[in-house]
């Protein structure tokens, strides 16, 4: 029969978990990476005047009186979903256009160390969210085979936290490209340096959050074990408990 052991610190490992897991899905699909404006380079190529004119419109169907601000997210074409937004800034990519950012490696369109930082963040998230999953098995479950499944679920965190980092310093490498300085910063940003037209938006910061969270939860996860396996927990396993609640 399965033996039911929740403890303080196994709950806490799991809601850093899900947080940062949440953050990173959040950021991903929000155009608040970088926050620049409407300017005359903006409009030099018939791209750019075709971004910046979706731009003033969605603007003016959010409400928005700031029409020359000038938002992206990791994706340069994302679509405002209809109806109710989940939360501000909502921006899902254009999956139409997905394969062409990975085929047509021309950097003057999409930065390539933005095609990194994506690669990077979508392995990341995928990695985090099996880690859930296998966390909600810690409840009956705590060990498989020859390892114990928070050890392997902290390790893969710990991988994925390495990833959402990469990820992070890859995205301001790209603002040097051309589609990034031009369309966004007017003329003025370069890797690593926004100049002063443009700036950091809420989503990186989110971003970062939840890669806190996700290094936090994979040293977490060891200690969430050896709470499964204190001396108070082994007295009511000998006491045949079949459902442990530990602070």
Not at 76 to 105: A, S
Request: aromatic content about 10%; glycine content about 8%.
């Amino acid at each position: 029969m399965c033996t039911i052991i929740v403890t303080i610190r196994s709950v806490l490992w799991y809601v850093m978990s899900l947080a940062g897991t949440l953050m990173i899905l959040v950021s991903m699909f929000t155009d608040r990476w970088l926050e620049g404006k409407l300017t005359a380079s903006s409009v030099s190529s018939l791209e750019g005047l075709k971004t910046s004119v979706i731009g003033v419109v969605t603007s003016v169907s959010d409400n928005n009186l700031n029409l020359l601000d000038k938002n992206i997210g990791l994706f340069l074409n994302c679509k405002v979903p209809e109806g109710k937004k989940f939360f501000e800034g909502e921006c899902i990519p254009d999956w139409n256009n997905i394969e062409k950012v990975f085929t047509d490696m021309n950097d003057e369109q999409y930065p390539h160390a933005w095609r990194g930082a994506v690669l990077c963040f979508v392995l990341g998230l995928g990695l985090m969210i099996i880690t859930d999953l296998f966390a909600l098995l810690t409840i009956c479950c705590r060990s498989c085979i020859c390892c114990s499944v928070f050890t392997v679920c902290g390790s893969v965190q710990s991988f994925a936290g390495i990833l959402f980092t990469l990820g992070l310093i890859a995205y301001p490498a790209g603002w040097g490209s051309k589609a990034v300085t031009d369309g966004y910063c007017g003329g003025r940003s370069s890797p690593f340096i926004l100049g002063d037209i443009c700036s950091i938006g809420a989503a990186f910061w989110l971003a970062v959050a939840g890669t806190v969270c996700c290094v936090i939860s994979s040293s977490l996860a060891i200690w969430a074990y050896q709470s499964t396996r204190s001396m108070k927990c082994e007295d009511r396993l000998n006491n045949g408990d079949n459902c442990i609640c530990l602070p």
